[in-house]
């Protein structure tokens, strides 16, 4: 007998947990799914039990008072879950759910469904990146953090963004050697036009600042406009080539460098996971500076889909306090729908988050525009360099089925196998579909979005919900 | 490799009980909260498997359960990502190899 329940939250990140804190505030039962041991999402990712908290107790206490507050108000958690299928019940309006966890039932049914499904960093196709010892920024942040490990010996950063900075300043306060930070875009007098949305973000300044010292202190050199352009070593990265960039992000030849290093660490933003939205039929919009796709949302943060909200970065990269207002909106208006709440003091709690919605929202947009990824990029990777990692497609082949016919990544996915390994096509799609947009001279628009079907994560076959289908 | 107090800015660090492993038959000491994939970098182990299809070296590489690239037998169960699944005393890891399991 499947439970029936009023509100489901995908994901205990920021935007999860301030949702299940703000519905659960209005009286509402709240059950939480996610894929991880413990709650907290990339951000506030929980030191492992046994480890002690390092010098994050800033964050370490906000993390605790999110956690603290869901217990008192009787969040249900099921984590370690995975949510493999989400459907339309028979019961007009109401949602099914396929989990896959230890101790959470095979499905749930619910009348609304708030997606914090969160981001992951944007995989980025070059000569080499499937070496060993080429590890996205977020990787090489978590083994820091929650492990005190670090990856290497020999460090250099290439990408864009603050993360970057973060990354390199935390490897130096571990005692690694960090060669040097390469950020892919330039910085000139044009990005002072951003002066106004960084106006009152103060504490993110300050934050920046501080990453930006370390480095200077240990005498690492930030170079602008300049990337990692290949990775080179037989069994493991002995070193990497670095180039100049031009405005579109087309590496400029002559420009190249090799450097010994071990680790290669890249940070070229990130990517909302869209797999349940997709899935349920949302409408989504294209992000052109960013290249992905995000779900349209109303004011609210409900979908396209009545009863359906998206919060957090897997609606549209925003960063930790804009997924923590999204998440809460999304939680109060799921509450007042669902008759939890009335209509004033909905519409006096939602106008409450207003004016630092629109002031994160202004400061996100800021970043996609000064942190954009350039067009040229797409040209990096070469006839013989991997685009589908899992099933080891390669561009080449890739070109090849698109010059016989395949107009789509299904077409590709069919014809090359590119997209149908373990991790779905969450790291080669978007790649794909940039060179179908190039080979067909398409907008990578129609190109992006595919059919995303069950099961959306990999679960043993013994699964039972699975077998029950059989 | 751990972090070491002597060689960091980082303030004190105190690691979960030790606890013993084995990787490919060879016998890891390990601490407890440590992932299968922080206990094998800190052995110095970063090639975790080799690909079925051309033979290639694997790592980590998103760091958080996304890209399955990690993938690594445990107790006998192929396909486990090293970088989200944490290490119990008496685990039996092993990299995996180009034969098909």
Same mark, same amino acid.
């Given at each position: 007998m499947t439970e029936r329940l009023e509100l489901v939250v995908i994901g205990a990140g920021p935007a999860g947990m301030e949702a299940a804190i703000a519905a659960a505030e209005a009286n509402m039962a709240v059950t939480v799914i996610d894929g991880y041991a413990r709650p907290g999402g990339q951000y506030f990712k929980q030191v492992s039990p046994p480890l002690k908290s390092d010098n994050l107790t800033a964050r370490q206490k906000q993390a605790e008072f999110l956690f603290g507050r869901m217990e008192e108000l009787g969040v249900r958690v099921f984590s370690d879950t995975l949510v493999w299928n989400a459907y339309p019940a028979i019961e007009k309006g109401e949602w099914m759910l396929s989990l896959y966890g230890p *101790?959470? +039932?095979d499905s749930l049914q619910t009348k609304s469904l708030i997606i914090a499904s969160g981001t992951y960093d944007r995989p980025v196709p070059f000569p080499g990146w499937t070496l060993p010892g080429v590890m996205t920024a977020g990787a090489v942040q978590i083994m820091l953090k929650t492990q005190q490990i670090i990856p290497g010996h020999r460090f250099l950063l290439s990408g864009t963004g603050p993360l970057q900075l973060a990354v390199g300043a935390q490897l130096i306060q571990a005692g690694a050697e960090v060669v040097a930070v390469l950020e892919a875009n330039s910085v000139g007098l044009a990005q002072f036009r951003h002066a106004p949305a960084m106006w009152g973000q103060w504490a993110k300044l300050r934050e920046g600042w501080d990453y930006w010292s370390t480095l200077r202190r240990a005498g690492v050199p930030l170079h602008y406009g300049r990337a990692v352009i290949e990775a080179r070593g037989q069994q493991e990265v002995e070193e990497v080539v670095t180039a100049r960039l031009d405005t579109d992000m087309t590496p400029i030849p002559g420009t190249e460098q090799t450097v010994a290093v071990d680790t290669l660490v890249i940070g070229y933003g990130f990517l909302p996971s869209t797999e349940l939205t997709r899935l349920l039929g949302c409408d989504h919009d294209y992000v052109p500076e960013q290249l992905y796709y995000v779900p349209r949302r109303n004011d609210e943060m409900q979908?396209?889909? +009545? *009863?359906v909200y998206a919060a957090g970065d897997g609606a549209g990269v925003g960063g930790v306090e804009l997924s923590r207002i999204e998440g809460r909106i999304a939680g109060l208006a799921a509450a007042r729908e669902l008759g939890h709440l009335d209509a004033a003091t909905a519409r006096n709690l939602l106008a409450r988050e207003q004016p630092a919605l629109a002031r994160e929202r202004r400061f996100a947009r800021m970043l996609t525009e000064m942190f954009a990824i350039g067009p040229g990029f797409t040209a990096l990777a070469k006839d013989d360099t991997y685009i589908c990692r899992c099933e080891e497609v390669t561009k080449q082949e890739i070109v090849e089925a698109i010059e016989l016919g395949s107009d789509s990544l299904i077409w590709v996915k069919r014809m090359t196998r590119a997209g149908m390994g373990l991790c779905q096509g969450r790291v080669c799609g978007q790649w794909i579909a940039r060179l179908l947009a190039e080979q067909l001279n398409k907008d990578p628009v129609d190109m992006l979005l595919d059919t995303v079907r069950p099961p959306i994560r990999p679960i043993p076959m013994c699964s039972s919900e699975v077998s029950n289908n059989d | 490799m751990r972090v070491a107090q002597s060689n960091s800015n980082l303030p004190v660090i105190e690691r979960g009980q030790p606890i013993s492993l084995q990787v490919n038959g060879q016998l890891v000491s390990a601490y407890e909260g440590e992932t299968i994939a922080g206990v094998l970098f800190a052995e110095g182990r970063r090639i975790l498997r080799h690909t079925m299809k051309d033979s290639r070296p694997r790592s980590i590489f998103c760091g958080i359960g996304v890209c399955y690239d990690c993938l690594v037998t445990v107790n006998g169960a192929p396909n486990v990502r090293a970088c989200v699944t944490p290490v119990t005393e008496g685990m039996v890891i092993e990299t995996q190899t180009r034969e098909r399991k």
């Open positions: *101790g959470a +039932p979908t396209s889909l +009545p *009863g | -």
